[in-house]
T-cell receptor, first 112, second 114 residues
Framework: GDSVTQMEGPVTLSEEAFLTINCTYT??????LFWYVQYPGEGLQLLLK?????DKGSNKGFEATYRKETTSFHLEKGSVQVSDSAVYFC???????????FGSGTQLTVLP | KAGVTQTPRYLIKTRGQQVTLSCSPI?????VSWYQQTPGQGLQFLFE???????NKGNFPGRFSGRQFSNSRSEMNVSTLELGDSALYLC?????????????FGQGTRLTVV
């Protein structure tokens, strides 16, 4: 079945460091790809999305590019802040967001 | 515009009991999806409702059921609770519209089974 494989955590970085969280997905169909973020005690917030190959999603300094040739959707940020500390989830949906398949999540901690 | 509202936020139940969780979607959204989040299994899709009909179902036992009302509000029910049902239950609403659909999540209901 469809799956999403996400970089194992936890990840600990110093403030202003570069962030990469790897994500790969199964290539069946034409999935839409998403990154969600979860802060402690909260639900999921959509961070960014891409709906077709070579699309780049971006928001709040985070970016991810839909790479069909490598079935990847890696999350990057050039300079992380303490407030970026959260759990990040990569997800795929089959053309919509009604039924999402999530990766296992990556806990990010940014130290001042 | 109000977001997705889930009630209650926290719930403690005893093994063998049943529980009903509620989700009010964003106004105008007609699709509601439910997910279970646990430390061991991560986020897993339970089911999706659109126009009062269940359209998709995940791999969960029949003890997990749901319904959707004409105003798009949804409820999920778990009968004969087991300790392993302890989880954060998340609901998401979306406005079906092809590839640009986004899912908006509520804050979840934290269910503890003792």
């Amino acid at each position: 079945g469809d799956s999403v494989t996400q970089m194992e955590g936890p990840v600990t970085l110093s403030e202003e460091a570069f962030l990469t969280i790897n994500c790969t997905y199964t290539a069946t169909g034409y999935p839409s790809l998403f990154w969600y973020v979860q802060y402690p005690g909260e639900g999921l917030q959509l961070l960014l999305k891409a709906t077709k190959a070579d699309d780049k999603g971006s928001n709040k300094g985070f970016e991810a590019t839909y790479r069909k040739e490598t079935t990847s959707f890696h999350l990057e940020k050039g300079s992380v802040q303490v407030s970026d500390s959260a759990v990040y989830f990569c997800a795929r949906g089959d053309g919509s967001a009604r039924q999402l398949t999530f990766g296992s999540g990556t806990q990010l901690t940014v130290l001042p | 515009k109000a977001g997705v509202t889930q009630t209650p936020r926290y719930l403690i139940k005893t093994r063998g009991q049943q529980v009903t969780l509620s989700c009010s979607p964003i106004s105008g959204h007609r699709s509601v999806s439910w997910y279970q989040q646990t430390p061991g299994q991560g986020l897993q899709f339970l089911f999706e409702y659109f126009s009062e009909t269940q359209r998709n179902k995940g791999n969960f036992p029949g003890r997990f059921s749901g319904r959707q009302f004409s105003n798009s509000r949804s409820e999920m029910n778990v009968s004969t609770l087991e300790l392993g049902d302890s989880a954060l239950y998340l609901c998401a609403s979306s406005f079906p519209g092809g590839e640009n659909t986004e899912a908006f999540f509520g804050q979840g209901t934290r269910l503890t089974v003792v």
